[in-house]
Antibody
Framework: QVQLQESGPGLVKPSQTLSLTCTVSGGSISSGDYYWSWIRQPPGKGLEWIGYIYYSGSTYYNPSLKSRVTISVDTSKNQFSLKLSSVTAADTAVYYC??????????????WGQGTLVTVSS | QSVLTQPPSVSGAPGQRVTISCTGSSSNIGAGYDVHWYQQLPGTAPKLLIYGNSNRPSGVPDRFSGSKSGTSASLAITGLQAEDEADYYCQSYDSSLRKGVFGGGTKLTVL
């Protein structure tokens, strides 16, 4: 069973870059079966898709975040990563990594990490 | 303001049936994109509950069912149990926004 685990700093200063890594276990990120995703949830609010990456490196980003987001993959470590630049308090959220099944009628998130809270504050 | 509209809350007594609606538009649900549902228990990550409008992943009880018609979708829960108390989110793809979109979530309270 494929499991995902987020890691990274829980506190980031305003205007800095948020960096998180998701480690995949129980399956290969290079299998080609899934797109590897980041989703966030501000405290007490709903879910927002950030973007995803295929093992080949192809990326798809939320247009509203695209100018600040970079998602990368390291197949040798079975990991993928998120960088979000120029953060503000509005970026405070629980960040989840997830595996997405992508097909002709959309996509869905078949498995999720436990999530990690990132707070933006000086 | 979410692209997919869900009622903020629904409630029901144990054993009852409840439904949660998800209303979209011609650029998402109405355009033929599938609807998926997630259950988020308090303090935990969301869990896939229904995919492809009406399919249940392995391990999800058949008390949960999904349907889609036109620009809307629904999640039905029968034989309500205390452990069903959670937030429920619908999700689809929007061709105008060029991104996956979630509903605002519905809090289910078991009375």
């Amino acid at each position: 069973q494929v499991q995902l685990q987020e890691s990274g700093p829980g506190l980031v200063k305003p205007s800095q870059t948020l960096s998180l890594t998701c480690t995949v276990s129980g399956g290969s990120i290079s299998s080609g079966d899934y797109y590897w995703s980041w989703i966030r949830q501000p405290p007490g609010k709903g879910l927002e898709w950030i973007g995803y990456i295929y093992y080949s490196g192809s990326t798809y980003y939320n247009p509203s975040l695209k100018s600040r987001v970079t998602i990368s993959v390291d197949t040798s470590k079975n990991q993928f990563s998120l960088k979000l630049s120029s953060v503000t308090a509005a970026d405070t959220a629980v960040y989840y990594c997830a595996r997405a099944h992508y097909y002709d009628r959309g996509d869905y998130f078949a498995g999720w990490g436990q999530g990690t809270l990132v707070t933006v504050s000086s | 303001q979410s692209v997919l509209t869900q009622p903020p809350s629904v409630s029901g007594a144990p054993g009852q049936r409840v439904t949660i609606s998800c209303t979209g538009s011609s650029s998402n649900i109405g355009a033929g994109y599938d609807v998926h549902w997630y259950q988020q228990l308090p303090g935990t990550a969301p869990k896939l509950l229904i995919y492809g409008n009406s399919n249940r992943p392995s391990g999800v009880p058949d008390r949960f069912s999904g349907s889609k018609s036109g620009t809307s979708a629904s999640l039905a829960i029968t034989g309500l149990q205390a452990e069903d108390e959670a937030d429920y989110y619908c999700q689809s793809y929007d061709s105008s926004l060029r991104k996956g979109v979630f509903g605002g979530g519905t809090k289910l309270t078991v009375l």
